[in-house]
């Protein structure tokens, strides 16, 4: 019986084979496997540390330095992945690398960066300055505290919901002037301290919501540093002075809270937080990147194999035993 003529015999020899069947293809190393999974990583986390933590506020030169590094490692693989690819056809792994240390490096600048300027910059930048204690914003001046991150005031002191108002550019940038409970009116007359808040209070009337604004224990308040507020906020007291006819010509603003320690803390906690889920993040992402690279890498390898081969389009079957012109027959297929 002549066995191309058997359709199960045909099938079998006709079929082919996937990248996870067994044939000829090139062995998967997993010492780079490895490598490509924990070096774009690392990077990214080194990058991440440089540009979000202490060394960017006491010496952003130096943590600068140490990003740019990262850039004469990245010149170094694509100088290896060029290498490869002009002396070896194949595709290898430096350029993986190459594409996947750039990526985690600009993520992880861009990621710390933003990290930074949102938690880190103000928890530092407080904590180098003072705390002032005991201040009476009747009669206390504040151009005696201009160095002072956290203030404290006497027990007792409120914000005064009567001449609370806002200024509006995109956000409501919210104003109201700290009091005491002694005396409305300040006695030097100018309402220095004032407790500042972003879309908290009302457009049409006097309202304050910002902060601990509902509590009747707070009396302390943490500077606010956000220059790009800052101006909003003089405005928002310009305007209050001349609606109120108060006087006010160098206001300190304030976040309204029960605990600036608590609340300062909470910046660092955040800060961390932010490290830790995206550095897991990005560590889930190179894994997925290296699985795939590996997974194409097998497919571009695999040549051509026994499953691959058109057997009846052989010459060298035709030449064999098991085929000749005049075998017609079963008998036939045995003759010589």
């Not at 409120?158 to 109201?176: M, N, P, R």
């Not at 507020?229 to 809270?257: E, G, N, R, T």
């Not at 490290?275 to 497919?299: E, G």
Request: proline share 5%; charged share 20%.
């Amino acid at each position: 019986m002549d066995p191309m003529r058997s359709p199960l015999l045909k099938d079998a020899l006709r079929k082919k084979g996937t990248i996870f069947s067994p044939g000829h293809r090139i062995r998967m190393n997993i010492v780079p496997i490895v490598l490509n999974i924990f070096i774009p990583w690392v990077v990214f986390i080194y990058c991440f540390g440089l540009t979000s933590f202490q060394l960017m506020y006491t010496s952003p030169m130096m943590a600068w330095l140490g990003v740019s590094l990262v850039f004469f490692l990245w010149l170094a693989i694509v100088l290896a992945a060029y290498c490869s690819r002009r002396f070896d056809p194949d595709p290898s792994w430096f350029t993986v690398t190459s594409l996947m240390v750039l990526a985690c490096a600009i993520i992880g600048i861009v990621a710390g960066l933003d990290n930074f300027w949102t938690f880190e910059f103000g928890y530092y930048t407080i904590k180098d300055m003072k705390v002032a204690k005991k201040l009476d914003p009747s009669v206390s001046a504040g151009e005696d505290v201009m160095d002072a991150g956290i203030f404290e005031f006497t027990a007792g002191t409120q914000l005064d919901a009567e001449k609370t108002w806002h200024f509006k550019k995109g956000s409501i940038y919210c104003v109201a002037p700290i009091i005491s409970n002694t005396s409305r009116i300040p006695l030097r007359q100018t309402y220095d301290f004032w407790a500042v808040g972003k879309d908290c209070c009302s457009q049409g009337a006097s309202d304050f919501r910002c902060g601990s604004w509902g509590s009747a224990s707070a009396h302390k308040g943490i500077r606010s540093l956000d220059t790009k507020d800052l101006k909003y906020y003089h405005l928002a007291v310009q305007q209050a002075a001349s609606l109120y006819d108060i006087m006010a010509p160098h206001p300190l603003f304030l976040d309204w809270s029960m605990d600036p320690d608590l609340e300062i803390a909470s910046w660092a906690q955040q800060s961390f937080k932010n490290y830790a889920v995206t550095a897991s993040t990005v560590f889930v992402l190179c894994t997925f990147v290296v699985a795939t690279a590996s997974a194409r890498f097998s497919f571009l390898g695999r040549a051509r194999s026994a499953y691959d081969t058109e057997i009846m389009n052989d010459p060298s079957w035709k030449e064999g035993q098991f085929y000749s012109e005049g075998a017609r027959s079963p008998a036939g297929m045995y003759t010589a």
